[in-house]
């Protein structure tokens, strides 16, 4: 039969690669900056939503408005908010204004296909604070407004890292005459309460500009400013129930773990998260990106404040 000592070549399948390690950041698939005209290729049977009629001192411009003339955004317009150049964008503005016959304020007011203003897109294209302090001298109800997902200038700048942005928009105390209906309802507020709103504001997630340094990367200290600025937001929960403060644990980050825990004044929402959100002990327990020592001081740092506020 030949051979007695044939060679038999046995294939041993190998156990498959581990799976890679989780990234430092909980980074969402980020899309591209805001691009009119990918949104006019795509967007094209969605409407610019409605505009609020021009204040008293305003020029009227009712007509224009309702004929779309006013509301569609001027490409080139965009263009210029996109370079961050201000003597470029007032030159086009001003061109505008006079090819179109427009006033200003219907300029201002235009919108892309998914409800972005012009500091919309400043702020996600990393244009100075230079630019966005120009829109919001004139304009100043244009801060708060909101695009059809709910997304403020700030959740955009905060999105897409642009430091300067969000440093303008929080110094700013002095832009607010006029207020959304739902917050001027609430009764006068001074000059640092109404700042405080635009940093509380959510989108259609749920999420305030906090949450959203989270859907950038890398970590760049916008959200130290952002939390400096008011701590309590730290402590707010999304749709998901999920705070910046959850996914700051979750991800790792020492440094602003550290930080949020500084206010000692802030910490007892901490219980709230416990009874109604996913709690960042939670989180600290399940993260790989947390060494054991800061696993340990932040648990016990936390069940310190959750023992004081009589939740264990």
Known sequence: MGRTDLEIEISVPQPPPPPPPPPPFPIEPRSAKVDLEME????????????????????D???????????????NLYRAATKGDVDD??????????????????????????????LHIAASSNSSGDML?????????????????????????ARYGNSSAVETLIQTRNYFPDLP????????????????????????????ALHEVWMQSPYNGIADMLIKADPEV???LNNALESPLYLAVK??????????????????????QVKAGKSPLHAAIGSRNIGTYDLRNFISHACLVLFLVNMV
Not at 134 to 151: C, H, M, Q, S, V
Not at 181 to 207: D, S
Not at 265 to 270: I, K, Q, R
Request: proline share 9%; net charge negative; aromatic share 6%.
């Open 61 to 75: 411009s009712s007509s224009k408005d309702h004929g779309g003339n006013a509301t569609n955004m001027d490409l």
């Open 40 to 59: 006019l290729e795509i967007s094209k049977t969605i409407s610019a939503p409605p505009r609020p009629p021009p204040p008293d001192s305003a020029p």
């Open 234 to 236: 730290a402590f707010y």
């Open 89 to 118: 964008f007032i030159t086009v503005v001003e061109q505008v204004v006079t090819e179109k016959g427009l006033s200003q304020y219907d300029v201002f007011h235009q919108v892309s296909p998914i409800g972005n203003t012009y």
């Open 181 to 208: 209906p739902a917050v001027a309802a609430e009764g006068p507020k001074n000059e640092q309460q109404v700042n405080l709103e635009l940093l509380r504001l959510r989108n259609e997630k749920g999420n305030t």
């Open 133 to 157: 302090q120009l829109i919001a001298n004139r304009y100043p109800p244009l801060i708060t407004e909101k695009n059809l997902n709910g997304d403020t200038v700030l959740h955009l700048a």
């Open 251 to 272: 991800a790792g980050i020492k440094d602003l773990i550290s930080l949020i825990l500084s206010f000692p004044e802030e910490l007892t929402n901490m219980s709230e």
